[in-house]
C-alpha cells in the first residue's frame, strides 16, 4: 500500500503573531499619555507671596503676565485689545473683580498697560493674585 497517503493529523493555523498588537496597543497607550498632558496654564508664573490672609475665590475673569509682559487667559495669549471680550456681561451691574496672577518677577512698567486696558474695559476692580507666605 506504497500509493496511499500516510494520514497526518490536521495543521493548526500558524498563530497570529502578537508583535503587531503589542505596537498598535504601545502607540494607543503613548497617545493617551500625551494627549492627557493638556494644561489649561501653560505660562510658567509664580505668584508673590503675601503675609496677610488669602481668601479662596474662583469667579471672575483670570489673567496671568508672565515677566516678559506676555498676558494669557487659559493659557491662551491675549492682546490688550481682546481683554473686553473676555469679560462677561454685565447687563449694567458691577462686573466681578478680575483676578491678575503676575509673577514675583514681573515689573510695575509691564502691569500699567493691562490695568489701563482693564479700565477702559470697564473693570472696576482688579485683585492681585498672591501666594501665603510661611
Known sequence: MNGMLSQQPPR???M?????????????LVFFMVAGQI???KVTVEAPLSKSELA???????LTLDMQGQLTHAGEPVTL??????LPDSDGETPPPVRLLADAGTRLQAMRPVLKALQQAGVEEVRLVTREAR
Open 81 to 86: 485689545e481682546g481683554i473686553a471680550a473676555l
Open 56 to 62: 479662596e475665590e474662583s469667579e471672575g475673569l483670570m
Open 39 to 41: 494644561s489649561a496654564d
Open 12 to 14: 493548526r493555523p500558524a
Open 16 to 28: 497570529e503573531p502578537a508583535l503587531p498588537l503589542i505596537n498598535v496597543v504601545f502607540l494607543l
